[in-house]
């Protein structure tokens, strides 16, 4: 299934952007009268025919709209640390997003080795990967910001996690699936992943007086992106099977 992107919808026609007008027209050598799918990244999937085929400004009017294309049944923001090798970083955006993720928010930890993050190649990478994997939401991807403004903002009313290798008496870990079985609350979640250095003593400490509960991912010692993704992996397999 061929699957096409556009933000710019409105009076019953979907144009597409310079890019993906050019891979329609130019690489699957669309023509007017030819019937598409563009997805509008906000979860709806419309089924079109094209009445413009230029490589810079394809149009196609709306035949039919499918809301909440592909979608899943919570709400999920992993807050993640990019790795010192970017390469990995972005292994896990595209498999997150495969897998079903609403948020992706790089974040910088004071034991960070990669302080800077390019957000546009991340974006990038979301797109395609939400287009092979057809779903109509493409998830949002944040400007990098600290562990401890991410704790600030994070949503109250959902579950905020942690996972880290911090345990004491005060605060014992349960495994995250346990965790949120436990949950009586809306399926929203938050998971905040460290860097390759773990979380400082007070971003934990910050973590866990915002109301962070401390989970482990199993015995394991994983990598970053490793970490994350079986975060991810873990919420869709107990909320959609």
């Given at each position: 299934?061929?699957?096409?992107?556009?933000?710019?919808?409105?009076?019953?026609?979907?144009?597409?952007?310079?890019d993906?007008?050019?891979?329609?027209?130019?690489?699957?050598?669309?023509?007017p009268?030819?019937?598409?799918?563009?997805?509008?990244?906000?979860?709806?999937?419309?089924?079109?025919?094209?009445?413009e085929?230029?490589?810079?400004?394809?149009?196609?009017?709306i035949?039919?709209?499918?809301?909440?294309?592909?979608?899943?049944?919570?709400?999920?923001?992993?807050?993640?640390?990019?790795?010192?090798?970017?390469?990995?970083?972005?292994?896990?955006?595209?498999?997150?997003?495969?897998?079903?993720v609403?948020?992706?928010?790089?974040v910088?930890?004071?034991?960070?080795?990669?302080?800077?993050?390019?957000?546009?190649?991340?974006?990038?990478?979301?797109?395609?990967?939400?287009?092979?994997?057809?779903?109509?939401?493409?998830?949002?991807?944040?400007?990098?910001?600290?562990?401890?403004?991410?704790?600030?903002?994070?949503?109250?009313?959902?579950?905020?996690?942690?996972?880290?290798?911090?345990?004491?008496?005060?605060h014992?870990?349960?495994?995250?699936?346990?965790?949120?079985?436990?949950?009586?609350?809306?399926?929203?979640?938050?998971?905040?992943?460290?860097?390759?250095?773990?979380?400082?003593?007070?971003e934990?400490?910050?973590?866990?007086?915002?109301?962070?509960?401390?989970?482990?991912?199993?015995?394991?010692?994983?990598?970053?992106?490793?970490?994350?993704l079986?975060?991810?992996?873990?919420?869709?397999?107990?909320?959609?099977?």
């Amino acid at each position: 299934m061929e699957l096409f992107y556009s933000d710019h919808i409105e009076e019953g026609l979907c144009c597409l952007g310079e890019d993906e007008s050019l891979h329609c027209v130019r690489v699957l050598r669309h023509k007017p009268s030819d019937e598409i799918d563009i997805i509008d990244g906000k979860g709806n999937l419309y089924h079109c025919r094209l009445v413009e085929a230029s490589p810079k400004r394809a149009v196609a009017t709306i035949l039919h709209k499918t809301p909440s294309w592909g979608s899943h049944p919570y709400k999920l923001r992993m807050a993640v640390c990019p790795t010192k090798n970017i390469d990995r970083f972005e292994w896990f955006t595209e498999k997150a997003t495969e897998i079903g993720v609403d948020v992706i928010s790089p974040v910088i930890g004071e034991h960070s080795e990669r302080k800077v993050l390019k957000t546009e190649r991340i974006r990038k990478l979301a797109l395609s990967a939400t287009k092979q994997s057809l779903k109509g939401a493409l998830p949002v991807i944040e400007e990098a910001a600290s562990v401890k403004e991410l704790i600030k903002g994070a949503d109250p009313g959902s579950l905020r996690l942690i996972a880290c290798c911090f345990e004491d008496e005060r605060h014992p870990r349960m495994s995250i699936a346990e965790t949120i079985r436990g949950w009586e609350g809306p399926a929203d979640y938050t998971v905040l992943i460290g860097p390759e250095g773990d979380f400082s003593p007070g971003e934990l400490k910050a973590a866990l007086e915002a109301g962070f509960i401390p989970v482990h991912l199993g015995q394991s010692r994983l990598r970053t992106e490793t970490a994350a993704l079986l975060a991810v992996q873990s919420v869709y397999l107990l909320k959609t099977l």
